[in-house]
C-alpha cells in the first residue's frame, strides 16, 4: 500500500473500530433508556454483577477508565440508588463500590438486552464469538506493546 493510500480514512482499522463503536452504543441507548442507565453505566453494573466489593482502582482497570472519568459516573449512581462508595476500613485511601438492591434487582431486567442488540445488528452468536476473539488478541497485543 502506498503512502496515500495508508492515510485514506477507509483503510483505518482506528475509524472502523471507532464508527463502529459509536453505533453499536447508538443502539443500546433506547434499549437501556428503557431501564434509566447510560451505556456506561451499564457496562459498570456489569463488571459489579461479575465481581461486587471492588476497588475503584479494580473496576477503572477492568473498565479501561481512569478514576477522573469514572469518579463523576459513579457519584450519578450512587445518587440513582445503584451502587454505594464506601472507603475501605484498612485503607481509608481506597473506594470500594459495592451494589445496592436496586443495582443487583436491575440485572433481571438486564437480561433481554443481549439477545435485543444481537437482533438489531443481525448477528450470529457465532459471528460475536469470532469477532471478540480477534479484537480481545488486538487488545492484548496493544496492551503487551504499550507496556515496554
Known amino acids: 500500500m502506498n503512502r496515500d493510500e495508508m492515510l485514506k480514512l477507509d483503510n483505518q482499522l482506528c475509524f472502523v473500530l471507532y464508527a463502529c463503536s459509536r453505533e453499536i452504543i447508538r443502539l443500546y441507548r433506547p434499549v437501556l433508556a428503557e431501564l ?3 451505556y456506561t453505566q451499564y457496562v459498570v453494573l456489569m463488571a459489579l ?11 477503572g482497570g477492568r473498565l479501561y477508565l481512569d478514576s477522573g472519568t469514572l469518579t463523576p459516573l459513579l457519584k450519578k449512581m450512587e445518587a440513582a440508588g445503584l451502587i454505594t462508595r464506601m472507603r ?3 485503607d481509608e485511601r481506597n473506594i470500594r463500590i459495592l451494589l445496592t438492591l436496586q443495582g443487583r434487582d436491575l440485572k ?3 437480561y433481554r438486552i443481549p439477545e435485543k442488540i444481537l437482533s438489531m445488528t443481525q448477528i450470529t452468536p457465532e ?3 469470532h469477532l471478540k ?3 480481545n488478541q488486538l487488545l ?9
Open 88 to 90: 475501605c476500613p484498612e
Open 36 to 38: 434509566g442507565i447510560t
Open 127 to 129: 459471528d460475536v464469538r
Open 133 to 135: 476473539g480477534q479484537l
Open 140 to 148: 492484548q497485543k496493544i496492551e503487551v506493546n504499550s507496556e515496554k
Open 49 to 59: 454483577w461479575e465481581q461486587e466489593a471492588v476497588t475503584l482502582k479494580e473496576l
Open 108 to 110: 433481571h431486567s438486564a
